[in-house]
């Protein structure tokens, strides 16, 4: 059973509201804290040692046995600093929690099915180059490949991937995202995965960080029960945003030497637009992207996030994402929130104060649910390419990493990586587990029709209220491109 983009709210706060059995703040460092007195501690011990004890297995016949068959995944190459792989690479254990975790769950699916896992780097940030390659010469080069999502819908328009729909991979197992195989269908055809197999593309969603000492300085609402009750909305942000702003070396200009309310790069007005509802394209009775992003509402949306871009008092533009101003200005507490996605958590680790995790705001409390993006490009996926010879073979070793995967990898990730060294809080956690829970996998936004996952956006980063004008000029290639996307599907 799938399920549909538009979730209940109610089934996703849930998450949240099961923090309030947590302290309102995080405890030391070495586990030692408040918690103890009320017997939360105790608790969550029994809890997570019921969790330990549950593990997910795959559905593959006894004693299967492949014989030391060489399992071999195309993989990102190690080009890019921060957009290489982490999923498939690790050759031995190192101490390190992630890639002791990925070894493990691989050494353990090669032991079950009596193979030997090759990961071949040559993917450069997911590209899908020399899969095509391999595909039009019709070599068997790759079992799986590891790609982009973008250029995973490319290689699927070109006939190069397998339709997942057809092979005995468990779909509606715990351990796939069934809202990637919901909205990443075409046609009724799926090319790409999603879930716990991976972390890659966790890496890339966007969450805004906010420093607690500066949020509780400024008496500031709880923002988690803001989050739970569905009042953390655009306009509350936008006015938490406009409580600091500080010329702290008295030199009348504000720059990267002051205190700012929030500091963003260019990839959060994406990340806003999506979290605010807003929809590039919906799919019809028949599997089929119809183009849904101009409306009134997106209109609504887009002047509320420009006016927010646009107080110069308060919000800094630091540019790309990976900006270096950002990070330590946040560390060193000039901001009060700043845009952060996953990876750069990691590097806030040794940070003085203390941060906690919040979701993209709602656009208004009326809207059904959060959503959070995946970056098209150096979000990866997990694709069969047409040249494999045996897919039932590769059904169960993709499930079998996938149940390994959430027994190892998922709580690595969650509980050690972003929870245990970056969030620090429980309510944080919890976020988390609402964020991963709301991806979205939006086609139009993931494909980029005509350029309409970038224009907005640009729009935004300039400060250009033309939004209404701009989507007429390029509406024709919007719609000439996606008809020929799905044409290329349909034949």
Excluded at 389 to 414: F, H, Q, W
């Amino acid at each position: 059973m799938f399920f549909s983009k538009k979730k209940s709210a109610a089934l996703l706060l849930a998450l949240l509201m099961a923090a309030s059995a947590f302290t309102g703040c995080a405890g030391s460092e070495d586990g030692s804290g408040d918690a103890a007195v009320d017997g939360t501690t105790a608790v969550t011990t029994a809890a997570s040692a019921e969790e330990t004890a549950f593990s997910y297995t795959a559905n593959v016949p006894a004693g299967t046995n492949y014989n030391g068959y060489e399992f071999r995944i195309c993989v990102y190459d190690q080009s890019n600093a921060v957009w290489h792989d982490v999923d498939f690479s690790a050759e031995t254990e190192t101490g390190d929690t992630i890639n002791d975790a990925v070894y493990r769950r691989m050494v353990n699916t090669e032991e079950a099915l009596g193979i030997d896992i090759i990961a071949r780097p040559d993917a450069a940030t997911g590209s899908n180059v020399k899969l095509l390659n391999a595909v039009k010469s019709d070599e068997d080069a790759y079992d799986i490949a590891s790609l982009g999502i973008t250029n995973a819908y490319n290689a699927a328009r070109e006939h190069a991937l397998i339709d997942l729909f057809t092979t005995d991979i468990q779909l509606d197992a715990p351990w796939w995202d069934q809202n990637a195989i919901d909205e990443m269908s075409i046609a009724h055809k799926l090319y790409m995965l999603e879930g716990d197999i991976s972390i890659l593309y966790k890496k890339t969603i966007g969450s805004i960080l906010f420093n607690k000492e500066m949020y509780a300085e400024n008496n500031l609402p709880n923002p988690y029960e803001k989050v739970e009750d569905k009042t953390w909305t655009f306009d509350f942000f936008a006015d938490s945003v406009k409580t600091v702003a500080n010329d702290l070396n008295g030199d009348s200009k504000m720059d990267t030497a002051d205190q700012w309310g929030i500091l963003i790069p260019i990839d959060i007005y994406n990340a806003a637009l999506i979290g605010c509802g807003v929809d590039f394209c919906t799919k019809d009775a028949d599997d089929i992207p119809q183009l849904s992003f101009f409306n009134e509402r997106t209109e609504k949306v887009f002047s509320t996030i420009l006016a927010f871009s646009s107080d110069e008092a308060h919000v800094y533009g630091v540019g790309t994402t990976g900006s270096d101003d950002r990070a330590r200005m946040f560390s060193q507490g000039q901001c009060l929130f700043t845009y952060a996605i996953f990876y750069q958590i990691e590097a806030l680790r040794q940070m003085d104060g203390d941060f906690g995790i919040l979701p993209m705001p709602l656009f208004d409390s009326t809207q059904e649910s959060y959503y959070h993006s995946v970056h098209a490009v150096c979000g990866s996926c997990i694709t069969i390419p047409v040249t494999n010879r045996d897919l039932t073979r590769t059904a169960y070793v993709l499930d079998t990493l996938g149940a390994e995967s959430k027994n190892i990898l998922t709580p690595a990730y969650m509980d050690t990586y972003l929870k245990g060294k970056g969030s620090r809080d429980n309510e944080s956690e919890a976020i988390l587990d609402l964020i991963f829970s709301t991806l979205d996998y939006d086609i139009g936004f993931s494909v980029g029709f005509g350029g309409m996952g970038s224009f907005a956006r640009d729009l935004l980063n300039n400060k250009k209220d033309t939004l209404a004008s701009t989507y007429q000029k390029i509406e024709s290639k919007i719609i000439q491109d996606r008809d020929a996307f799905i044409e290329a599907f349909q034949k």
